[in-house]
């Protein structure tokens, strides 16, 4: 009697560690879903094309403050448009307008309107659209930019020596090819209670490939 009674006991034990576990994932993944969805509904709009003075693509803060973008891919951006500059656009097109400052407020204004007479390398989605003002040679450039995000975050489930925790993690990509992660781990009990315990932790280097 005593050998059922442990084993029920066990039962119960499990079934309420595995019931944590889902409210913990649930409590999580709602927390992160809300979070997606306001990042997304500010992608939506970074996403828009904007127009861009020369001046601006000089300065890394100026270029990264006008796009919503890390000042790492500014300076990326910035050595990717020199680049360009020197080879023969992808597409081109003809606008009149009585002015360059015109003509590159409505390029901008076609593309966001997903105007179909524009070539479909203008229209192609991408993370960012720079419509840059090029005093230099009086023309339009249109950048299309796909960016190296800055910030990484992830969760899953993971178990060490019998015991199950939940891994939160945060990965800031500092440089091309290297970032620095942090971990905690979660204890599932503790959360499915609205109590935030971590039962350990963890802080890594990266290099990315």
Not at 41 to 56: C, D, G, I, T, W
Not at 74 to 85: I, M, R
Not at 155 to 184: C, M, W
């Amino acid at each position: 009697m005593m050998c059922v009674f442990q084993m029920l006991k066990t039962a119960l034990n499990h079934i309420k560690l595995l019931i944590a576990l889902i409210v913990s994932f649930l409590i999580i993944y709602a927390a992160f879903f809300t979070v997606w969805q306001r990042a997304q509904k500010a992608e939506e709009q970074y996403r828009q094309a904007v127009v861009l003075h020369q001046e601006q693509l000089e300065q890394v803060k100026a270029l990264s403050k006008a796009l919503h973008i890390s000042q790492i891919n500014a300076k990326k951006l910035q050595a990717a448009y020199d680049e360009l500059k020197a080879k023969p656009p992808v597409a081109s097109f003809t606008v009149s307008a009585p002015s360059l400052v015109v003509a590159a407020e409505q390029v901008a204004e076609r593309i966001n309107k997903q105007d179909a007479a524009l070539p479909p390398a203008a229209l192609e989605k991408t993370d960012r659209t720079a419509v840059v003002k090029n005093d230099t040679d009086y023309k339009v450039d249109v950048l299309k930019i796909n960016l190296d995000k800055a910030w990484e975050f992830s969760t899953g489930a993971g178990s060490h020596r019998s015991d199950t925790y939940i891994p939160l993690g945060v990965q800031r990509n500092y440089a091309p090819h290297k970032a620095v992660a942090a971990e905690l781990h979660l204890v599932p009990e503790e959360l499915a209670k609205g109590k935030i315990k971590t039962s350990g932790w963890e802080v890594r280097h990266v290099w990315r490939f």
